[in-house]
C-alpha cells in the first residue's frame, strides 16, 4: 500500500489477543477507490509471525472498536482474502453497510459511476421507447378519427 492510495481511518492503537498477547497496530487503512466490496488493512508495527490473527475475535472485536469509536456504526468484518494476509497485515472484508462511511473519509464507489451510465442509459431507452409508443397512439388515434370522418 502507498501514501498516494490510501485513506488512513485510525492511527495507532494496541491491542489483545484471544492468548493474551498485545500488539502494536500502526494504522487502520482502505484503498481510496474500490467496486462495493472493501478491504480493510490493519498494519501491525512488528510482525504477527504465522498467527493467524484474522480469525482472532478477541483481536477483531477491539479493530471493530477503534473503528466504532471513529464513527462506523453496523455488522462485524470477515477475513478478507487469505492471500492479502503476511506477516505484518491483515485484512479484513467490511460488509455493504461500511461503504457508507467509507465514503465519508473519502473513499470512491467505481461501481456507483457505472450504475449512473446504467441509468442515463435506461433513462434514454425509457424515453425512446415512451416516444414510439406515443407515436403508436396517436396514429391509432389518427385511424380511427378518419374511420369515423367516412
Known sequence: MNSETDIQL???FSVTDATGRSHNINAIRIFD???GIIDVYIDFASAIGKDRLYE??????QVLAQLRKIGYVGPDFGHGDLGLQDDKLIVLEAPEEFNAFAASKGWKNLADEFAEDDYADESYEGDADNSNQQ???ISKLDALKNKFKS
Do not use: T
Open 135 to 137: 407515436a403508436a397512439s
Open 10 to 12: 485510525s492511527g495507532p
Open 56 to 61: 482472532d475475535k478477541v483481536l477483531i472485536a
Open 33 to 35: 477507490e474500490g467496486y
